[in-house]
C-alpha cells in the first residue's frame, strides 16, 4: 500500500525558541502548513528554511486558528502539532507502519511525553496525556472552545503507541505567565456557560486539585517538582474562579 500524503500543521506567535526543533523533527512531511499571528521574532524566517506554507492570520482562539491551518492544508491527512512538540523516529515508524497494514483508522491518538523545566513529568496525570493529533481533514475538526482546544473525529479512531515530546513550561515565569492567560479563558468559556462561582470553588476545588495531583495521581514520586506542578495547578484553579467571581460581579 502506498502511504497517504500527509500535512504537518501548525500555528505561532514568536516561536523562535521552539519552531527549528519542531521542523526539523517534521522534515518528513509531504507538507508543512504554518498559520502565524504576525510574529515579531524570526518565526517565519526559519519555517521559510523548512519550506513550509505560510498564512499570516490576526489571532482567532487556539481552536479556530488550528482549523484555519487545516483548510489550508492540501491533503486528506493531517497532523496537528504545536511549536513546541517534536515527532520522535519511533512515532513516526509506528505511523508508517500503521498505514502500510491497510486498515487504517479515522484518527488517532497520540501520547505525549511532557517535559516541566527540563524534566520528563511521568506522574501528576501527565502521562500518557493522550490528544487526538493525526486524522483525516473530511473527517476530523477542533471542537470550538476558549482553551484547551482538542479534536473530534466522525469516525473510527486508534490508538498509537509511542508517544511525541512536548517541551512546556521551561521556566516558572513562563508558566505563571500562561496560568494567567489560561485561567482568563477558562473562566471565559465558564462565563459563557453560565456556569458561577461560589464559595466553595475559590477554597475546596483549589486544594483538592493539589489532593488529586500530588496523591492519587502520584505526583509525589516526581519530588519537588510534583509539589510544585500541584501548587501551580491548584492555584491556577484557585485563578480561574476568582476570574469567574469578578465577571460575574462586573456583569
Known sequence: MTLPKISVTIITHNEEE???????????????????????????????????????????????QKN????????????????????????????????????????????????????????????????LRLFKKSKGRFIQREVHEKAEVNGATKYLKHPLEHYTYKTLS?????????????????????????????????ITTFLKMFFLKLGFLEGFYGILLSGLYSFYTFSKYAKLWEMDKKG
Open 18 to 64: 521552539n519552531i527549528e526543533n519542531c521542523l526539523k523533527s517534521i522534515k518528513w512531511a509531504d507538507e508543512i502548513v504554518v498559520v502565524d499571528s504576525f510574529s515579531a521574532d524570526k518565526t517565519i524566517t526559519v519555517c521559510k528554511k523548512y519550506k513550509a506554507k505560510i498564512i499570516k492570520s490576526k489571532w482567532l482562539g487556539y481552536s479556530r
Open 68 to 131: 484555519l491551518a487545516i483548510d489550508k492544508a492540501g491533503n486528506e491527512w493531517i497532523l496537528s502539532i504545536d511549536a513546541d512538540e517534536r515527532i520522535t523516529k519511533e512515532l513516526l515508524d509506528e505511523i508508517k507502519k500503521e498505514f502500510g497494514k491497510g486498515d487504517a483508522a479515522d484518527g488517532y491518538y497520540i501520547a505525549r511525553k511532557n517535559f516541566f523545566l527540563g524534566k520528563w513529568i511521568k506522574h501528576c496525570g501527565w502521562y500518557p496525556d493522550y490528544n
Open 174 to 206: 513562563d508558566f505563571i505567565s500562561r496560568l494567567d492567560r489560561y485561567s482568563t479563558l477558562s473562566a471565559i468559556e465558564l462565563h459563557k456557560k453560565g456556569k458561577r462561582a461560589g464559595w466553595t470553588h475559590l477554597t475546596i476545588r483549589p
